[in-house]
Structures are given as structure tokens and as C-alpha cells.
């Protein structure tokens, strides 16, 4: 049987990981720059990650929701104090989607309205709902356009006000730091007016932390940075460091019932042993500092290179923006020199999303393979 073919696929196969780099078939070694979409938080194959998950899946890796589950009260609790919020309550899941989607059903829920307002850029996943709520149309079924969604400008307050007027809406959801659609930011007049509306008009505002939380920006969360506390927040990539773990924190508020929500998978014994162990190596590594000290080393070297025109983002969760498309520079960079990095809806744009134990030296590593790339692109250009 051969797989259903919807990757392209780099002809590179990885079977190791090690801290900040992975190794593949014939023993070769690659900087990872990347931590597959940023979900690689506390780097590959982290001794307590491991630890921890060989320690629970010897007594027991899985058992349903209906029996009581200590470990996701311990995950709570950790969560709670590690990220300095309050007056929340947690939902388990197994991904970064079934997170947003579990997100918009609550609001819909607590607020009787069905109608979603999301924005320019957005990716909040790619299941029924979240997928609505994406902007990009290509990988919209038929099926997934009967929601009722409205796209609106980011960074626009007097257009967001003018659709909550109608009083059918029943969230606003953004990511703080747009990922995949290319590492925006609003500015945060933006997203304080828009949580003082959406409490004027009994609208939940859902901040979408899947890629930009857990430590990458140097914030717990993204929108710490801003003074908002949104209603909702859901979150996934770097829960588990590679386990399938994801998850909503769901203001006090809003009242649970049973069978409101449900998952199978979502909040397994296995699940929450890895979940804990990254929430335990942010705290003892200091890796929210470390991201914040990494980011500006960064940002300094990328400085004082002319072809990158603007640097945005925060913390490990960097975009540098070329005056030109970097599809081929990003396959020199992981052929000729090893490099892992991402890209994003913007062709011009590369993405850093590193795990959060990277060091400075290995961004020297980078930037060099960097300016040799340029070099070498820049003599291609002028002898073809």
C-alpha cells in the first residue's frame, strides 16, 4: 500500500535526535533550526523527557477520561504557577487544531452566537472548523465553507467594532505572532481594544498560542506581552516536545457541563508525563530567559546583513525577510550545510523556530552558512 501523497518530501530521513540537531539514515548530522514547526521545546531526546515518558509507560501509558487521572492535576497546577496566570481551567486534548476547534465550540456554547471573526494571514489548523477560520482557500473543502466565518484586516480595530455591532459573533481569534502566515505582530493598542470590545459585546476573544506559546517568545504566552487576558487560550506544539499534546486554558467564567466537550486520547497518563517533564526543563533551564537572550544575539548578527531588509517576531520564534524569495537559499542551507529552517506564506520570509535550549554558538554556525550562501548565490547570479 503506498501512503496518500499530500507532503513533498526533502529526500532526507532522520532516525535520531540529540539536543539541537538530528542525525539521519548514513549517520550525517543537521543543525535544527526548525523543531518540526517549533514543537521541539526542550530539544531532542531531553534526558527528563525521556526519563519521564520510559517511567510512565512502564506503569501505565494509557487509560479513558472516565476513571481519575492525578497527572493532569499535577499538569495543571505546573501550568498555572510556570505560566503566572490564574482563575483558568484546563482542557486536554491532542493537537494543535482539536485545540482552536475545542476553543470555538466553548464560545459558541457560552455565547449562543455561531458566527467566528478571524484574520488576514491566519492558520488556526486544518480540521472542519479551524480550517474555516484559515486563510488560505486551497486547502478548503466545499464541506468547510458552510461555516459562518468573516475575514477581517489584522491591526484594524474600526473594522473589527463595526462587525461585533451585528451581535451574532461569538469569538475573535488571532494569534498573537502570526506563524505560518509570515511572523506578524499587531501592535498592542490593537489587541487591548479588542478585548475591551469583545467584553462589550459579550464576544470571546480566543488567543490562538499554538506555534507562539509555552516559553518561544520569552513570554510563557505571547499575549503576556500586551496586558490582554483573553477568554480562551489554546495551545500545543511545545506541550509534549514531540508527544501529541494539546490543550485549552478556559477562563473561570465560562461553566463546563458534562459532555460539553470530550477526547479519547486527549490527557493520557503518557501524555501528561511528557507535558510535565517540558513544563519542568523550561523552569530548572531557565528557558524563557535563555529564548529572550538567544533572540537578541540574533537579531544583532542579522543586523548586520543588507539582504535581510526586516526582522520580525520574538524570542525563538524569528522571521528574517529577504529582498528576495528564499526557497533556494533554504535548500542550500539544509543540502550544503545541514541547516534545518522553516518558511511561511511569505516567499520571502525564513523561519526560526529552534528548540528552546539552543545557544548562541550554534548560531554562529548559521550565520555563517548564511553569508556563504549569499556569497554563492550572488556569484551564481553573475556568471549566469
Partial sequence: MELFDVYPLYNITPVKGDGCYVYDKSGKKY????????????????PNYVQAIQTQVAKLGFYSNSINNPLQNELAGKLERIAGIRDYALFLCSSGAEANENALKVASFHTGKDRIIYFENAFHGRTSGVVAITDNETIKAPF??????????FNNIAALETELKKKDVAAVIFEVIQGVGGLDEADSGFYKAAADICKEYNVMLIADEVQSGYGRTGDFFAFQRHGIRPDIISMAKGMGNGFPVGAILIDNKITPRYGMLGTTFGGNHLACAAAISVLDTIKEENLMQNAAEVSEYIREEAAKISEIKKIKGRGLMIGLEFDFEIAALRKELLFDFQIFTGASSNKKLLRILPPLTIQKEHFQVFFEALRQVLINQKISSETS
Fill in 144 to 153: 468547510n465553507k458552510g461555516h459562518k466565518a468573516t475575514r477581517l484586516a
Fill in 31 to 46: 543543525l535544527d533550526l526548525y523543531g518540526g514547526h517549533a514543537v521541539i521545546s526542550i530539544g531532542h531526546a531531553h
